[in-house]
């Protein structure tokens, strides 16, 4: 497995191996299980895989938030290597942003909400750095966790605006043994926070429940997941959705499918988790 760190040293090897198909996996660190299953993933679709970690600094709307974000770099190449990637990209900031940088890519309806609501900027960030990921590997496939719903329907739209020539694959939601979605966020929770944590997930599936039951106005579903995190001590409702997976505006109705997704403050830890009901 190569560790490199600069653009022309990804280039080369990309170059180099141009009759190969390349699958990319970005990251920002700290992997657990979630990350290995779409290295894991690429390795079973691509003769090569590159996986890029970087924490984007773009992408944090909140300078705290980016200096608590948990960085591991020894244990992610150990891991990488055992999972089977191939090159691994860990460029220092100035490298992704020289002095003087001032280009960035912005999608726009469909990052006003949600995550893009909460979270000004955010989307700004992921989709210049993944425009500049795409460009440096030139993969023929790249991998995105539904874990990030809004992040997928995000790059799937710059992808179709912007004519990248790639195959986008979505891989499903790897969850911890209680069902809390795997996050590198989750080393920050307390024990105590670490058990209130399933409230997400249990929300979910208590109107995934109601759905299954014909329930079909998303308003009702919303309330089921409210009540489920206001009747948690230690969580803080951020926001609750019923949306179009594509789209995602807020449905009134679910008629055909939809995508049940909410963040939550555990504590200080911002999480988040998501579900489409109706496939
Ligand atoms: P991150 O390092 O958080 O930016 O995540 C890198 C990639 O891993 C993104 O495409 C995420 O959606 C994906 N990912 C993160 N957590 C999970 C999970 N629990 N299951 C599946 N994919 C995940």
């Given at each position: 497995m190569q560790i490199l760190k600069t653009i022309d040293a990804i280039r080369q090897v990309r170059w180099a191996e141009l009759s190969l198909s390349w699958g990319l996996v970005p990251t920002m660190g700290f992997l657990h299980a979630g990350h290995l299953s779409l290295v894991e993933r690429a390795c079973q679709e691509n003769d090569r895989v590159g996986v890029s970690i970087f924490v984007?600094?773009?992408?944090?709307?909140?300078?705290?938030?980016?200096?608590?974000?948990?960085?591991?770099m020894d244990r992610d190449l150990a891991l990488l290597k055992e999972a089977g990637a191939d090159l691994v990209w860990t460029p220092e900031p100035e490298t992704?942003?020289?002095?003087?940088?001032?280009?960035?890519?912005?999608?726009?309806?469909?990052?006003?909400?949600?995550?893009?609501?909460?979270?000004?900027?955010?989307?700004?960030?992921?989709?210049?750095?993944?425009?500049?990921?795409?460009?440096?590997?030139?993969?023929?496939?790249?991998?995105?966790?539904?874990?990030?719903a809004q992040q997928v329907a995000v790059i799937?739209?710059?992808?179709?605006?912007?004519?990248?020539?790639?195959?986008?694959?979505?891989?499903?939601?790897?969850?911890?043994?209680?069902?809390?979605?795997?996050?590198?966020?989750?080393?920050?929770?307390?024990?105590?926070?670490?058990?209130?944590?399933?409230c997400l997930y249990r929300a979910l599936n208590a109107a995934q429940s109601a759905f299954a039951q014909g329930?079909?106005?998303?308003?009702?579903?919303?309330?089921?997941?409210?009540?489920?995190?206001?009747?948690?001590?230690?969580?803080?409702?951020d926001y609750v959705s019923v949306a179009d997976p594509i789209s995602l505006v807020e449905l009134e109705e679910i008629t055909d499918h939809a995508l049940l997704s909410m963040a939550v403050f555990v504590d200080n830890t911002r999480l988040i988790d998501n579900v489409i009901i109706g496939e």
């Open positions: 984007n600094p773009t992408q944090f709307n909140d300078a705290q938030d980016l200096e608590v974000y948990p960085r591991d992704v942003y020289p002095s003087g940088y001032q280009s960035y890519v912005e999608v726009e309806e469909v990052t006003t909400l949600l995550e893009g609501a909460a979270r000004p900027g955010h989307f700004r960030g992921v989709t210049t750095v993944v425009a500049k990921l795409f460009n440096v590997f030139q993969p023929n496939r790249a991998y995105f966790g539904q874990k990030d799937k739209q710059m992808v179709r605006d912007l004519n990248f020539n790639l195959d986008i694959v979505v891989c499903p939601i790897a969850r911890d043994h209680d069902g809390l979605a795997l996050s590198s966020r989750n080393s920050n929770l307390s024990p105590i926070a670490r058990e209130q944590a399933t329930e079909r106005q998303a308003e009702s579903l919303r309330f089921i997941m409210i009540d489920l995190i206001a009747s948690t001590p230690l969580a803080r409702l």
